[in-house]
């Protein structure tokens, strides 16, 4: 039954019936206060008056599910039995929708929380979620597993079952619930009607209409009686609401043993009012001498009135059953019987005085080392307790990420001052000797994607002694992701021995301790296949990874976290056959990875990594598509944009979105000069992403490496800039260093602000190669300024030698062609500088210089056309030089066009080649050069 207010929107006099019935029960066959029913006049008939609204024809379908019949109905739902209606599998699952006349935002609000709750339990003793969706009325329905079968007290009377038999199912409702606790879910609703037996003897746990774990004010405020009268515990019956724990599940668990082994209730009664008050304060009816001993102090101790008093977990109430089972000595029989005598004790007050003496005299010879044993095990009930607290949080992390898309800023900001207040409980209470206190704290921070302090709590935990597959799974989860972050790292690192030498170090800090702890975990978890889909994935197995990742979905179609995962995979598979085989023959892979990505956001609607990891895809796959200049390219920016825009929404903390969102603003810009299209407001729109990114990650190395790229497209575009586009511009401007000297040209202030953005990128990441590129394409493009624009040869000069500076120190991070192609057209910009200074010696100096550097390319690349024309305009200059000055310059023609005739003999050339070619023979008739018979080999048409 569920006891609690709500107001329902409609006919006064339904609404007044509706709260009578609330005050009844949930349905007139589950009302167990005593071995006679109490009758509930009218309840069918008014369930069906307020649900006929809503009432779902046989043959009406949802989704993919096709109505068979009305089966059921309770207090917040009605039931269907259905089956698939889409060909493929047909299958059969009971559907669960909200009646018109009830649905109200708070019932509504419960059932989103129900469908949440099951997405996040994958559990064979509990029934599976399949499917949810809405109604045209705006009705949730979700769909889950049929269970045909019998409540476990009815299914145990039928079969006439012995006390072993019963034992033995009910140990799987401990197995379940205990799961459930693990996942932070409190049930608070145990009670036959909600446990089903199929033919295979599985029971099957049901119904978490009303569970939590800890209940939010706006669904469950204080005072009100949440629950089924009979199964509550003391502070549900009381409605401490915020008192309630996995401890409260414990004695609804000894409510169902009693009446399961008895088939009569602990405390019976002829209305709820008095049932209650049993509840509360009257000790459980006196079970038969037939039930063993031990058996009765195991359910004895469930009852206990005080939390404290009962079994701290459903765990340990499971261990003492099996003890039960197996003739070992069970852990409730001495407590239970110390207790007893201090009650009965409590009623002679004589007599309590005498004991005391006898007790004191009894503590006076206990041993020192008896008294630290019960310390320790203080300690470690209330590490439980910490525990317990850890999956709390995150479980209600989870469910936050499966609601409908909001940000959850503000929530997170609860979950941290949640982890911060248990990390201050464990400080007060001395309790992390064992470990089992860093692995809460540690796992809640793994819940809230902290891997920085989670990895340092898991190993506090593991270094104090505690050992769990839990704790191994976690540490293993959290290696692997240190373990990517460093292959991510090492991609920007070109140098193939300082790459190799970066990744072994973090082998052997992050790699090989994944490996390790998956290895321990995978086996023996609920999300094996999940972990070894990790271990596999980051072994480069990427088949491995599919299969196994697969499995996992199959297995529970609502854990989206795998989904996302296999997504990552499957782009992962998509790289390496692309780069192996060619992109077009690894396009099914891109197209499943995106597929899966799409399901996870479906489900975790409200994850921002999800929403992340969707931007850092469509980044790249804009950029991979930009120089096909298809019809769709605009459709994939502005789906790129929107994307990432999303992701900011979600994670405004998210560097990398900052960073990819600045990239496709820059990419978009790209496209449209090369379309000859206006482009610079996406290039202020690149900037200005980067600089909010900056607002959060002061003088972040990536971000200022990523303001230099729009800030060199505005810089070099500037000169062609109408009124309109500055006063776009002038906003850019604003945000310059004071240092800067405003007083200098628009483009040289935004080249200015770019090396600076870059150098400073570069004193915190040395190694970074694309930085160093950017660096020297400043400077380079400097250089051109002041030399074309300003008319200042001194600060070209200077620049055209800083970019050979970082075009050289580009060798060592693995650029080596593109750099000394570089540095070779930075002696010819040199040669042409000394050539309108008037210093022809100088220039032939550098231009034997640039043709000396380039041919080190021609002996790597041996045919690539662009090096060789950079030598032909190399040569031509030099010779021109010559000719200008009446040198003498003979002795190179015949070594050059021997040169060229040998380009011209390559059977790659196109017209554009050709072209090229003429215009160098054209140019030599020009200087008077006769070019008559000098090139054989390049006779053609155009």
């Given at each position: 039954?569920?006891?609690?207010?709500?107001?329902?929107?409609?006919?006064?006099?339904?609404?007044?019936?509706?709260?009578?019935?609330?005050?009844?029960?949930?349905?007139?066959?589950?009302?167990?206060?005593?071995?006679?029913?109490?009758?509930?006049?009218?309840?069918?008939?008014?369930?069906?008056?307020?649900?006929?609204?809503?009432?779902?024809?046989?043959?009406?379908?949802?989704?993919?599910?096709?109505?068979?019949?009305?089966?059921?109905?309770?207090?917040?739902?009605?039931?269907?039995l259905?089956?698939?209606?889409?060909?493929?599998?047909h299958?059969?699952?009971?559907?669960?929708?909200?009646?018109?006349?009830?649905?109200?935002?708070?019932?509504?609000?419960?059932?989103?929380?129900?469908?949440?709750?099951?997405?996040?339990?994958?559990?064979?003793?509990?029934?599976?979620?399949?499917d949810?969706?809405?109604?045209?009325?705006?009705?949730?329905?979700?769909?889950?597993?049929f269970?045909?079968?019998?409540?476990?007290?009815?299914?145990?009377?039928?079969?006439?079952?012995?006390?072993?038999?019963?034992?033995?199912?009910?140990?799987?409702?401990?197995?379940?619930?205990?799961?459930?606790?693990?996942?932070?879910?409190?049930?608070?609703?145990?009670?036959?009607?909600?446990?089903?037996?199929?033919?295979?003897?599985?029971?099957?746990l049901?119904?978490?209409?009303?569970?939590?774990?800890?209940?939010?004010?706006?669904?469950?405020?204080?005072?009100?009686?949440?629950?089924?009268?009979?199964?509550?515990s003391?502070?549900?019956?009381?409605?401490?609401?915020?008192?309630?724990?996995?401890r409260?599940?414990v004695?609804?668990?000894?409510?169902?043993?009693?009446?399961?082994?008895?088939?009569?209730?602990p405390f019976?009664?002829?209305?709820?009012?008095?049932?209650?008050?049993?509840?509360?304060?009257?000790?459980?009816?006196?079970?038969?001498?037939?039930?063993?001993?031990?058996?009765?102090?195991?359910?004895?101790?469930?009852?206990?009135?005080?939390?404290?008093?009962?079994?701290?977990?459903?765990?340990?109430?499971?261990?003492?059953?099996?003890a039960?089972?197996?003739?070992?000595?069970?852990?409730?029989?001495?407590?239970?019987?110390?207790?007893?005598?201090?009650?009965?004790?409590?009623?002679?007050?004589?007599?309590?005085?005498l004991?005391?003496?006898?007790?004191?005299?009894?503590?006076?010879?206990?041993?020192?080392?008896?008294?630290?044993?019960?310390?320790?095990?203080?300690k470690l009930?209330?590490?439980e307790?910490?525990?317990?607290?850890?999956?709390?949080?995150k479980?209600?992390?989870?469910?936050?990420h499966?609601?409908?898309?909001?940000?959850?800023?503000?929530?997170?900001?609860?979950?941290?001052?949640?982890?911060?207040?248990?990390?201050?409980?464990?400080?007060?209470?001395?309790?992390?000797?064992?470990?089992?206190?860093?692995?809460?704290?540690?796992?809640?921070?793994?819940?809230?994607?902290?891997?920085?302090?989670?990895?340092?709590?898991?190993?506090?935990?593991?270094?104090?002694?505690?050992?769990?597959?839990?704790?191994?799974?976690?540490?293993?989860?959290?290696?692997?992701?240190?373990?990517?972050?460093?292959?991510?790292?090492?991609?920007?690192?070109?140098?193939?021995?300082?790459?190799?030498?970066?990744l072994?170090?973090?082998?052997?800090?992050?790699?090989n301790?994944?490996?390790?702890?998956?290895k321990?975990?995978?086996?023996?978890?609920?999300?094996?296949?999940?972990?070894?889909a990790?271990?596999?994935?980051?072994?480069?197995?990427?088949?491995?990874?599919?299969?196994?990742?697969?499995?996992?979905?199959?297995?529970?179609?609502?854990?989206?976290?795998?989904?996302?995962?296999?997504?990552?995979i499957?782009?992962?598979?998509?790289?390496?056959?692309?780069?192996?085989?060619?992109?077009?023959?690894?396009?099914?892979?891109?197209?499943?990875?995106?597929?899966?990505?799409?399901?996870?956001?479906?489900?975790?609607?409200?994850?921002?990594?999800?929403?992340?990891?969707?931007?850092?895809?469509?980044?790249?796959?804009?950029?991979?598509?930009?120089?096909?200049?298809?019809?769709?390219?605009?459709?994939?920016?502005?789906?790129?944009?929107?994307?990432?825009?999303?992701?900011?929404?979600?994670?405004?903390?998210?560097?990398?979105?900052?960073?990819?969102?600045?990239?496709?603003?820059?990419?978009m810009?790209?496209?449209?000069?090369?379309?000859?299209?206006?482009?610079?407001?996406?290039?202020?729109?690149?900037?200005?992403?980067?600089?909010?990114?900056?607002?959060i990650?002061?003088?972040?190395?990536?971000?200022?490496?990523?303001?230099?790229?729009?800030?060199?497209?505005?810089?070099?575009?500037?000169?062609?800039?109408d009124?309109?586009?500055?006063?776009?511009?002038e906003p850019?401007?604003?945000?310059?260093?004071?240092?800067?000297?405003?007083?200098?040209?628009?483009?040289?202030?935004?080249?200015?602000?770019?090396?600076?953005?870059?150098?400073?990128?570069?004193k915190?990441?040395?190694?970074?190669?694309?930085?160093?590129?950017?660096?020297?394409?400043?400077?380079?493009s400097?250089g051109?300024?002041?030399?074309?624009?300003?008319?200042?040869?001194?600060?070209?000069?200077?620049?055209?030698?800083q970019?050979?500076?970082?075009?050289?120190?580009?060798?060592?991070?693995?650029?080596?062609?593109?750099?000394?192609?570089?540095?070779?057209?930075?002696?010819y910009?040199?040669?042409?500088?000394?050539?309108?200074?008037?210093?022809?010696g100088?220039?032939?100096?550098?231009?034997?210089?640039?043709?000396?550097?380039?041919?080190?390319?021609?002996?790597?690349?041996?045919?690539?056309?662009?090096?060789?024309?950079?030598?032909?305009?190399?040569?031509?200059?030099?010779?021109?030089t010559?000719?200008?000055?009446?040198?003498?310059?003979?002795?190179?023609?015949?070594?050059?066009?021997?040169?060229?005739?040998?380009?011209?003999?390559?059977?790659?050339?196109?017209?554009?080649?050709?072209?090229?070619?003429?215009?160098?023979?054209?140019?030599?008739?020009?200087?008077?050069?006769?070019?008559?018979?000098?090139?054989?080999?390049?006779q053609?048409?155009?």
């Amino acid at each position: 039954m569920i006891c609690q207010w709500w107001s329902v929107t409609t006919d006064k006099d339904i609404e007044d019936r509706v709260l009578k019935l609330l005050e009844i029960s949930e349905q007139s066959d589950e009302l167990e206060v005593s071995d006679n029913n109490l009758e509930i006049p009218g309840y069918t008939g008014l369930l069906s008056e307020i649900s006929d609204e809503s009432d779902l024809n046989d043959g009406d379908v949802l989704g993919v599910w096709k109505i068979i019949k009305h089966i059921g109905r309770g207090g917040m739902s009605n039931v269907y039995l259905v089956e698939r209606n889409d060909g493929h599998i047909h299958a059969k699952a009971a559907l669960k929708v909200i009646p018109q006349g009830l649905a109200n935002s708070s019932l509504k609000q419960r059932f989103q929380q129900e469908r949440q709750i099951l997405s996040d339990l994958n559990h064979p003793n509990i029934a599976k979620l399949y499917d949810a969706g809405i109604t045209k009325q705006g009705l949730p329905w979700f769909v889950m597993e049929f269970v045909d079968g019998d409540d476990l007290v009815s299914f145990a009377e039928k079969n006439n079952l012995n006390i072993e038999q019963r034992v033995i199912l009910f140990r799987q409702v401990c197995e379940a619930l205990n799961y459930a606790h693990s996942k932070g879910v409190i049930h608070r609703d145990i009670k036959p009607s909600n446990l089903l037996v199929d033919k295979e003897r599985n029971v099957k746990l049901l119904d978490f209409g009303i569970a939590s774990a800890e209940e939010n004010l706006s669904l469950t405020m204080t005072g009100v009686v949440v629950g089924t009268p009979g199964y509550l515990s003391p502070e549900q019956a009381k409605g401490l609401t915020h008192d309630i724990d996995r401890r409260s599940d414990v004695f609804s668990l000894g409510v169902l043993l009693y009446k399961l082994v008895q088939n009569h209730m602990p405390f019976e009664a002829d209305s709820i009012s008095e049932i209650s008050y049993k509840t509360i304060h009257a000790e459980p009816a006196t079970l038969n001498r037939s039930i063993p001993p031990e058996l009765q102090s195991i359910i004895y101790k469930c009852l206990e009135k005080k939390v404290e008093d009962r079994y701290s977990s459903v765990k340990k109430l499971a261990d003492d059953l099996s003890a039960w089972l197996n003739g070992d000595i069970v852990s409730a029989r001495k407590i239970t019987t110390i207790h007893r005598l201090v009650k009965k004790i409590k009623k002679y007050p004589i007599i309590s005085a005498l004991m005391t003496l006898a007790v004191v005299a009894l503590i006076t010879g206990v041993s020192y080392g008896l008294y630290q044993s019960y310390l320790t095990s203080i300690k470690l009930q209330a590490a439980e307790k910490h525990l317990s607290k850890a999956q709390e949080i995150k479980a209600k992390v989870r469910r936050t990420h499966m609601m409908p898309k909001h940000q959850v800023k503000q929530e997170y900001q609860e979950f941290n001052n949640e982890i911060n207040e248990l990390s201050q409980e464990i400080e007060r209470d001395n309790s992390n000797a064992t470990g089992l206190s860093s692995y809460a704290l540690g796992s809640a921070f793994l819940a809230m994607r902290n891997y920085e302090k989670a990895l340092n709590l898991l190993k506090d935990a593991e270094s104090k002694g505690w050992r769990s597959i839990d704790l191994s799974a976690a540490l293993g989860v959290t290696y692997a992701h240190f373990w990517q972050k460093a292959i991510e790292e090492s991609n920007s690192i070109n140098n193939p021995q300082r790459k190799e030498q970066f990744l072994n170090e973090k082998r052997k800090t992050y790699y090989n301790q994944a490996i390790q702890y998956l290895k321990k975990s995978q086996s023996a978890t609920s999300i094996s296949n999940y972990l070894s889909a990790k271990l596999a994935y980051i072994e480069s197995k990427y088949d491995e990874a599919i299969i196994a990742i697969e499995k996992e979905i199959e297995t529970n179609p609502w854990h989206y976290e795998a989904m996302s995962f296999a997504a990552t995979i499957y782009n992962a598979k998509y790289n390496q056959t692309g780069e192996t085989s060619g992109y077009e023959n690894a396009v099914q892979y891109k197209e499943i990875s995106d597929l899966r990505l799409q399901q996870a956001l479906e489900i975790g609607d409200s994850d921002p990594e999800n929403y992340v990891q969707y931007c850092e895809n469509m980044s790249t796959e804009v950029r991979k598509g930009l120089n096909k200049l298809t019809n769709e390219i605009d459709q994939s920016f502005k789906k790129a944009i929107q994307v990432c825009e999303d992701a900011l929404y979600m994670a405004p903390n998210s560097k990398e979105t900052y960073i990819n969102l600045s990239r496709i603003y820059a990419d978009m810009s790209h496209y449209l000069k090369l379309n000859k299209e206006p482009f610079m407001q996406m290039d202020t729109k690149s900037y200005f992403t980067v600089i909010h990114g900056l607002n959060i990650f002061p003088d972040d190395a990536e971000l200022l490496a990523t303001s230099v790229s729009p800030l060199f497209s505005l810089a070099v575009n500037a000169n062609n800039f109408d009124s309109k586009d500055f006063e776009l511009l002038e906003p850019v401007l604003n945000t310059f260093d004071s240092g800067i000297n405003h007083e200098k040209k628009i483009p040289e202030l935004i080249f200015l602000q770019a090396l600076k953005n870059i150098d400073f990128s570069l004193k915190q990441n040395p190694l970074s190669l694309n930085s160093r590129k950017q660096h020297a394409e400043v400077h380079r493009s400097l250089g051109i300024y002041y030399e074309e624009q300003i008319k200042n040869y001194d600060k070209a000069d200077f620049h055209y030698d800083q970019a050979i500076d970082s075009f050289t120190k580009m060798q060592d991070l693995g650029g080596k062609i593109a750099s000394i192609g570089n540095i070779a057209e930075m002696y010819y910009n040199k040669a042409l500088l000394r050539n309108l200074q008037g210093k022809p010696g100088e220039s032939i100096s550098f231009l034997d210089k640039a043709i000396e550097t380039n041919q080190e390319v021609l002996d790597i690349t041996q045919a690539k056309f662009a090096v060789y024309n950079n030598t032909m305009q190399f040569h031509y200059e030099k010779i021109e030089t010559l000719v200008e000055n009446q040198q003498e310059y003979e002795y190179l023609l015949d070594e050059y066009f021997a040169f060229v005739n040998r380009i011209c003999g390559f059977d790659y050339l196109e017209k554009l080649h050709w072209y090229i070619i003429d215009d160098i023979i054209d140019s030599y008739t020009k200087l008077g050069i006769d070019t008559m018979n000098r090139f054989p080999e390049c006779q053609f048409e155009k």
